[in-house]
């Protein structure tokens, strides 16, 4: 649905300043019918990417294509004809004070020159979809900031876009509404079959309902894929901040004390054993001990959830020698389950 080829943008220097290279290099592919969530520190560029989508920020060089559209070289009519099929949901909502719920909703299609009976047929539903049928008539000074939200999304939606844009739509939200509004918008794209791309610092919602996510640093995507991928084995150090707080794959502090990178006298390797829901991790355990005469002794053990699919970390200090250890990795392995040397446990008394 949307591929961004080789895009750069950089942002001309302001007073005398150096200009500023907002993005770079990057390649996106977005698949119709996609969740795509886009993470990052301020400052990252992940609006600049997301406003490149629907052409409101032109790229500096690079190619934006959406449901096979070439964005970039489209005159301003086509331009605003392609923006019908792009919604986009905004931080502080955009809402016309002076117009009801239903009104705000019908905006984009009386601009669009819809016959009013239409309008209503297709506003309506849309009030259901987002659970406001009730106030339909109320002035946006009526409402809560998640029921202003849930209006935004109406609007966007009224012109069946292909493509919903979401930017930090909930960041003046509280935590609670949050989650609704984020759990709406994967309503919306499994009812609808609508492709999301969207920003948020919720982390937790991510790992919920976007199926892939790019991270974002200095312009760059450092780290994409599959949310599952991404979360359950993240390889640069700044996607493992943003998941280690909402996926426990850590130690518990009082064991970290004990953990050196290198083998000490009497010290013994500390692995990471990583499973998904269908393998069963407690008869590979009491196999290793049993084929392998090696004593496990479990630091930390956690299920979480991402993408409605179990993820399970365990953490484990091999009390054996380096032969008996490296068979048992080979015996983890053969089980298909994920396996790495954390470092190594000193005596406890060190
Ligand atoms: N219109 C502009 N003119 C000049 N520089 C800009 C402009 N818009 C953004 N930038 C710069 O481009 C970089 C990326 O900004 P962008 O808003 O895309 O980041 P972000 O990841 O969305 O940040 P945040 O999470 O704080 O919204 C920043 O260094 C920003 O200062």
């Not at 979809?129 to 202003?148: C, F, H, T, W």
């Not at 760059?220 to 390889?235: C, N, S, T, Y």
């Not at 990471?272 to 196999?287: D, M, Y």
């Not at 091999?318 to 470092?343: S, Y």
């Amino acid at each position: 649905m949307i591929t961004l080829t080789n895009i750069n943008k950089t942002y001309a220097a302001r007073g005398g300043g150096a200009p500023v290279h907002a993005l770079a290099d990057i390649d996106l592919s977005i698949a119709r019918g996609e969740v795509f969530g886009i993470i990052g520190r301020s400052g990252a560029g992940k609006s600049t990417l997301l406003r490149t989508v629907n052409l409101l920020e032109s790229p500096t060089s690079g190619s934006v294509t959406v449901d096979g559209v070439e964005m970039t070289t489209l005159s301003a009519a086509e331009l605003r004809q392609a923006r019908h099929s792009i919604g986009m949901i905004f931080q502080h909502f955009n809402l016309l004070s002076s117009r009801t719920v239903f009104d705000n909703v019908a905006l984009p299609l009386e601009l669009a020159g819809m016959a009013r009976a239409e309008i209503g047929r297709t506003v309506e539903p849309l009030l259901d979809l987002v659970g406001l049928a009730d106030k339909r008539n109320r002035y946006p000074a009526e409402l809560s900031g998640g029921q202003k939200q849930r209006v935004g999304i109406a609007r966007a939606l009224a012109s069946k876009p292909k493509v919903l844009l979401s930017d930090e739509a909930t960041s003046a939200l509280d935590p609670e509404t949050t989650t609704q509004i984020l759990h709406l918008l994967g309503d919306i794209n499994r009812r609808l079959g609508l492709t999301i791309v969207l920003i948020t610092h919720e982390i937790a919602v991510i790992k919920e309902i976007c199926h892939k996510v790019a991270v974002m640093e200095n312009g760059r995507v450092i780290e994409q894929g599959p949310v599952f991928d991404i979360f359950a084995h993240p390889k640069h150090p700044t996607t493992r901040s943003f998941v280690d707080p909402v996926i426990n794959r850590g130690i518990p502090d009082s064991l970290r004390d004990r953990l050196a990178p290198q083998p000490g006298l009497g010290s013994n390797p500390v692995l990471r054993i990583t499973f998904t829901g269908e393998k069963a991790t407690t008869p590979v355990i009491s196999a290793i001990s049993r084929q392998l005469n090696l004593d496990l002794n479990i630091w930390h053990g956690q299920i979480d959830e991402i993408q409605g699919a179990p993820f399970g970390t365990l953490v484990v200090e091999a009390l054996g020698d380096t032969a008996k250890v490296d068979a048992a990795i080979a015996l983890v392995k053969e089980n298909n389950l994920g396996v790495e040397v954390l470092g190594h446990a000193l005596p406890a008394n060190h």
